[in-house]
């Protein structure tokens, strides 16, 4: 006998099964379960297929973040995989405690849909969202109206002088940096959406840690994908989320590209 579904897809319900507040929480316990499934899995190869499947769910994630609602199928033309393989391979994630699968239907007909997947975080349980109780042993700490003030006055002047020192991570390619810098005088978005191109360029080798892009290729795409962002912005297009839509832009641009002769030839 089926279970009756009760949530219906919409905008609202993927937002409310959002179990992430940012990408790069999201990026870590990607990487803890990468750890996991090396050691856990015996198989080789279904190791690499978890790991892929973890990768393409997690580059799905991204608007909602921690939460996608691809169907199998679609997820089994990615990995170029059976139904039934993808089946398999994600009824093992939630064995393992990496991923939960919620029924879904339509608001049109409230016939079933695809599943929406969540990627359960490493550490603390999804469901667990409601604040730990006062104790005696942990008294608050009073703050008065005028010092949470000059908190607020300190941390601006940091941002401010963490941008005009221009104090990008190291690890963000110069010229994207220079690039984003224009438009966006924090480090922290910047190095944010140098997370977002990373974060999309997918490992094809988990043995040699190869990935689709050349670093090259790479900076190609993230500045490719920054200009068409700001011309979105500058054209007057309302945009909430601009981290979930930069990665909507890069993953369309790598997924055009990756089947691009001209362009994968150049190292």
């Not at 297929?49 to 580059?59: Q, S, T």
């Not at 997820?75 to 990496?98: C, F, H, N, P």
């Not at 104790?135 to 608050?140: A, L, N, Q, R």
């Not at 224009?182 to 990935?211: D, L, M, S």
Request: hydrophobic residues 40%; aromatic residues 8%; contains cysteine.
């Amino acid at each position: 006998m089926k279970k009756k579904i009760d949530v219906i897809a919409s905008v609202d319900s993927f937002h409310n099964l959002s179990t992430f507040t940012d990408i790069e929480d999201m990026n870590e316990t990607v990487r803890i379960y990468r750890d996991i499934i090396k050691t856990r899995v015996s198989r080789s190869d279904v190791q690499t297929r978890l790991i892929a499947l973890l990768e393409v769910l997690k580059r799905h994630s991204c608007k909602q973040i921690g939460v996608s609602y691809m169907s199998k199928n679609t997820i089994a033309d990615k990995l170029e995989l059976s139904y039934k393989t993808v089946q398999r391979l994600m009824k093992k994630l939630e064995e393992l405690g990496m991923i939960r699968q919620i029924p879904m239907k339509r608001k049109s007909d409230m016939l079933q849909t695809a599943n929406a997947i969540q990627i359960i975080p490493a550490k603390n349980d999804v469901s667990d969202k409601t604040p730990p109780k006062k104790t005696e042993k942990c008294p608050t700490i009073k703050t008065n109206s005028s010092s949470l003030k000059q908190k607020i006055n300190n941390k601006r002047k940091a941002i401010v002088s963490f941008a005009q020192a221009n104090f990008i991570a190291s690890w963000v390619p110069e010229q994207f940096g220079k690039l984003a810098n224009c438009f966006y005088h924090e480090a922290i978005t910047i190095n944010e959406f140098w997370k977002v191109v990373k974060q999309n360029n997918p490992i094809i080798n988990h043995v040699e840690g190869t990935r689709a892009f050349t670093d090259k290729q790479e900076l190609h795409i993230g500045i490719k994908a920054l200009k068409e962002l700001v011309m979105k912005v500058k054209s007057g297009m309302s945009i909430k989320n601009k981290f979930g839509y930069f990665n909507g832009i890069v993953n369309n641009i790598m997924d055009k590209l990756y089947f691009d002769d001209e362009f994968m030839g150049i190292n």
